[in-house]
Every structure is written in C-alpha cells, then in structure tokens.
C-alpha cells in the first residue's frame, strides 16, 4: 500500500504562485509514475500532469507553460509548481501513484492510478 500526503494548497488572487506537495509513504517502491489530477465543483476530474520515473512529463492543455511537475527523489516527493493562476484553476487537487508504467495521455487517466491522497483545494480568485 502507498500512502499520499498532499500539501501547499491555498488562496491566491489571479496571476499568483503556489507550489503543492505530495509526499508518498507505505510501500513506495516500483512506483513508475507519478501525478496530478483536479476536480473543480460541477466538472469531472481531470488529469493536470503526470511524470515517470526517467524524468519524464506530460501536461494538460489548459496548464502547459504555467505549471510544471517535478519530482525529489531524495526526499521522495512530488511537487507541482503552479503560476501565473487563474480562476478557472480553482479546484480540489489530488496526488495520485501508479505501480504501472503509462505512455502518453494514459498516463492522464485516472483509471491508471491506484492510490490517491485527500486532495488539498486552491482557490484563485478574481
């Protein structure tokens, strides 16, 4: 089992920073890739960005060039650096691991995740 910590969420005002957190712990081994997922009021989930264990990255549209995924191996978190924000970014985000490896968009599935944190909610305002 993988245990998902999610922090760093907030509120910002349009245009801001923040930067979010996930730190896994349990069995973390084999954990080929790694992401982040949102869920706004009314809408489905989405997926926002995904890496793999070469280092590898894959965004969504609506966040390339403004967010940016990365992980420490060192200290075995994952982080995504969100700027320039914007209202429509407001949303229950949520860490999620995965023990297969996925290419492509499938690595923005939800259904190619097996463990997720409690999400943590940002809110950028207007």
């Known amino acids: 089992q993988v245990q998902l910590v999610e922090s760093g969420g907030g509120s910002v005002q349009d245009g801001g920073s923040l930067r979010l957190s996930c730190a896994p712990s349990?069995?973390?081994?084999?954990?080929?890739?790694m992401a982040w997922f949102r869920r706004a009021p009314g809408n489905q989930r989405e997926g926002v960005a995904s890496?793999?264990?070469?280092?590898?990255?894959i965004y969504a549209d609506s966040v390339k060039g403004r967010f940016t995924i990365s992980k420490d191996n060192a200290k075995n978190t994952l982080y995504l650096q969100m700027d320039r924000l914007k209202p429509e970014d407001t949303a229950m985000y949520y860490c999620?691991?995965?023990?297969?490896?996925?290419?492509?968009?499938?690595?923005?599935?939800?259904?190619?995740?097996?463990?997720w944190g409690q999400g943590t909610q940002v809110t950028v305002s207007s």
């Open positions: 349990g069995y973390t081994y084999n954990i080929p890739n």
């Open positions: 999620a691991a995965s023990r297969s490896r996925y290419y492509g968009d499938y690595a923005l599935q939800g259904f190619a995740y097996a463990y």
């Open positions: 890496i793999d264990s070469d280092g590898k990255s």
